[in-house]
């Protein structure tokens, strides 16, 4: 039992650190140079993630396991999980507009922008191309979305200096921030083969 | 459409390749442009799928767009993307196998373009079929224009090859390569776009400077 525990622990380790999504696997970068250039919006943005990631992940193993490999329809998986995305965002939007209108008012605007989030859509993918089983999946979904927290956390203090920086005309905005997290991925190579599972 | 009789077919496509360039200029569906890029082959394979998926879902839109319900128009549309780059992803898988196996689930997130759904949204459910097909058209190439000139970069340069065949026989730059390089790459390009624009705009605008005082 404790074996599966370590297992878990460092399939989480792995997802957010070494396998981190943002850093190598380059997914989800529209949001995160779109929302990071605050830091209020990257923290608001990301308890949001982490919370609907890991959700999905659940919802989408049970309907890839109980209904897409019995019937045989796995080749229909991508317009399956992206249905079942768009209509967790559209549910978690009803229900928190009825039950705290104040946390609504906050995180409302990240939910609508989750939906077209490439990494949510990416996390169900893995997950059944690995064949996670459905703890396994859920550890990969929060690991996922802490090492995306993670990331839009660095960058969003990056960029708050980065305001008053002089930075050469033609780098301004955009080309700048790519470059910079060109270094934080350079840095974030140093975590592979911390841990090889 | 009579209002866009006025915007030749050609205008359009031009549009989406120089002025709306999806990659250098929205900075939109930025991933695969990273992720795929570190060698040429890749990149060319992806910007033909993202190309081919960009035509047929505006033809598709377009031809349906009189019998789509406004309220329901955004599921729809999700539909038939995903149905596309399932097609997509299913030929890929048969005809090339071996770039399949490394970009294959890039190939499926082309569903969460945001670009592909906002031609969709905005220019297909409105235009006949014809500029449909022209602003896909020109979107798409400006996308496959875009992944190209990054990954010829990022291979000659990272690797001192094209297309697997070696070209260049020093030493290359292997961070390029790297995924951190990728980031480089795109940066320093999309820099370089910025200064050619704002030399073209200078210019432009010493030259209206210069007709208004011999006037």
Partial sequence: MSHDFTKLFELIVSASLINNFVFTRFLGLCIFFGVSKKMETAVGMSITFISVMMISAGVSWVIFNLVLVPLEITFLQIIVFIGVIAGLVQLSDTIMRKVSPGLYYKLGIYLALISTNCIILAVPLINAEEKYTFIQSLAFGLGSGLGFALALIIMASIREKLELADVPAPFKGLPMAFVITGLIALAFTGFSGLITL | ?215
């Fill in chain 2, 1 to 215: 459409m009579s209002s866009h009789s006025t915007v030749s077919l050609k205008d359009q496509i031009l549009n989406g390749i120089i002025k709306e360039n999806t990659i250098f200029k929205l900075a939109l569906s930025l991933c695969p442009s990273i992720a795929v890029t570190n060698n040429l082959k890749n990149g060319v394979f992806m910007g033909g799928a993202v190309l081919f998926v960009q035509v047929m879902v505006n033809m598709t839109i377009s031809l349906m767009r009189n019998v789509i319900h406004p309220k329901v128009r955004l599921p729809i549309f999700m539909l038939v993307i995903s149905g596309w780059v399932t097609v997509t992803q299913m030929l890929m898988a048969a005809f090339a196998p071996d770039v399949y196996a490394k970009v294959g689930l890039y190939i499926a997130l082309i569903v969460a373009f945001a670009s592909i759904l906002a031609r969709a949204e905005m220019f297909a459910s409105k235009n006949s079929f014809l500029p449909s097909m022209a602003d896909g058209l020109g979107m798409g190439i400006g996308f496959l224009f875009a992944l190209t000139t990054i990954s010829f970069f990022r291979e000659l340069v990272g690797k001192g090859s094209l297309w697997g065949f070696p070209i260049i026989d020093t030493k290359p730059v292997l961070l390029l390569i790297l995924p951190a390089g990728g980031f480089f790459a795109v940066g320093i390009l999309m820099a370089g776009f910025n200064w050619i624009n704002a030399r073209a705009a200078a210019k432009a605008a010493a030259k209206a400077k210069a007709a208004l005082a011999t006037r």
